[in-house]
């Protein structure tokens, strides 16, 4: 790192979390902490953050240990990116589907398609921007091997994105099932290297269940399809979670990385908790029109992103709109946000017609 000075690092203009939240007295406590499972430092995981002075949040942790032992900086970012889930709060799980309420309107117009992810990390490997090239090959080679063993809707094969013919990779992407590569983010933070080398997809026939692996985190267990039926996409996702769960468990001897208060951990921040982001495509070319349509999502604790995914460009006045928050609420309240928050986006862009 060029300068010890969080001032120099961290001008004005950026306006992340990370800058907000570094003081001079953090960093100097800091600087000098390396973890084990890793070696990650603080200067590791804030260079995505001087590379990048338009970061949202602005730092990624580079294994588990980095969310204790670099908490005094890790702890505020987190509090404020989940709307004040302040060091003594504790996370709960629940996706129990039953508990869903559907809402009382037809979408059918509006709704292209719904999506729901969550990432999962193994416990033992260091986290994207921090695991070693050795790790990330077992850690495909178990993935790969508990995947093998899903039946039924959920059963699939596995694609190494290394050796993917390039028409059939931008296929993928481009159909909305498979990651974009060299996000500059994660570039800076280090998740790219020796890339694409044990990274890539798993699906069943249908492409309705998916996952990644090795990407921004170990894995990013989706389950999609056209249209809105909630309760079809979240049960699949739910039941995929649970067989991988314990296909991991009976294969290795392995468990997903959680805690009581962080939820399930991530590389970034934004992600820990439930790690879920549920989206739907919609068609919203009226009210994304207007000044406020920003706020108005943000209002209903949604996320507008561009249809290609974060950072990306929206056409057509169709929005991918999704839960903000992550942590605090578990996986089927999140749900309940995104259905409700989509329902009144609906009867505003009906409104506007
Ligand atoms: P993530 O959801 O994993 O954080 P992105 O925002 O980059 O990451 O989205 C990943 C991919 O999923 C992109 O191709 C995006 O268009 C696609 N996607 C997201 N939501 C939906 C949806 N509701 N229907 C279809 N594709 C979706
Ligand atoms: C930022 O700070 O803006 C980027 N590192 C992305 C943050 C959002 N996190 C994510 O998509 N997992």
């Avoid at 990274?199 to 894995?219: A, C, M, P, T, Y």
């Avoid at 249209?227 to 979240?234: C, E, K, M, S, T």
């Avoid at 959680?258 to 820990?272: A, V």
């Avoid at 209903?300 to 929005?319: A, F, K, M």
Wanted: some cysteine; glycine content about 8%; proline content about 3%.
């Amino acid at each position: 790192m060029a300068s010890n000075q969080v001032a120099e690092m961290f001008p004005a203009e950026n306006k992340s979390l990370l800058a907000k939240h570094l003081t001079q007295n953090i960093y100097d406590s800091l600087k000098d902490i390396t973890t084990e499972a890793a070696a990650f430092t603080l200067d590791k995981a804030i260079k995505t953050c001087i590379d990048n002075p338009d970061s949202g949040c602005g730092i990624y942790a580079g294994d588990e240990e980095c969310y204790s032992k670099l908490a005094p900086i890790f702890d505020p970012v987190i509090e404020e990116y989940h709307g004040g889930y302040s060091a003594d709060k504790k996370h709960v799980s629940d996706m129990e589907v039953a508990k869903l309420k559907v809402p009382d309107i037809n979408m059918d117009d509006y709704v292209v398609s719904t999506r729901i992810r969550v990432g999962r990390n193994i416990r033992g490997y260091g986290l994207s921007p921090g695991i070693t090239s050795e790790h990330r090959k077992e850690v495909e080679e178990l993935v790969t091997t508990a995947l093998s063993k899903l039946t039924g809707d959920l059963k699939g094969q596995y694609y190494p994105l290394e050796g993917m013919n390039e028409s059939d990779r931008q296929k993928l992407v481009e159909d909305h099932f498979l990651f974009k590569k060299g996000d500059r983010f994660l570039e800076s933070a280090g998740a790219n290297r020796d890339w694409p080398k044990s990274r890539g997809i798993f699906h069943n026939e249908e492409k309705s269940f998916l996952v990644w692996v090795n990407e921004e985190d170990q894995l990013r267990i989706i389950s999609m399809q056209k249209g809105g039926d909630f309760v079809a996409i979240f049960s699949r996702l739910a039941r995929g979670i649970q067989a991988i769960k314990e296909s991991i468990r009976e294969t290795a001897g392995k468990e997903f990385m959680f805690n009581d208060h962080l939820g399930y951990i991530h590389s970034c921040p934004t992600n820990l908790g439930t790690g879920m982001r549920a989206s739907v495509h919609v068609k919203l070319p009226n009210l994304s029109a207007q000044s406020n349509f920003k706020q108005i999502c943000f209002d209903l604790h949604l996320q507008p992103r561009g249809v290609h995914g974060e950072h990306s460009e929206t056409t057509d006045g169709i929005y991918d709109i999704s839960n903000k928050h992550r942590i605090g609420h578990t996986e089927v309240g999140l749900v309940q946000t995104m259905m409700d928050g989509v329902k009144k986006l609906i009867e505003l862009e009906k409104e506007l017609e």
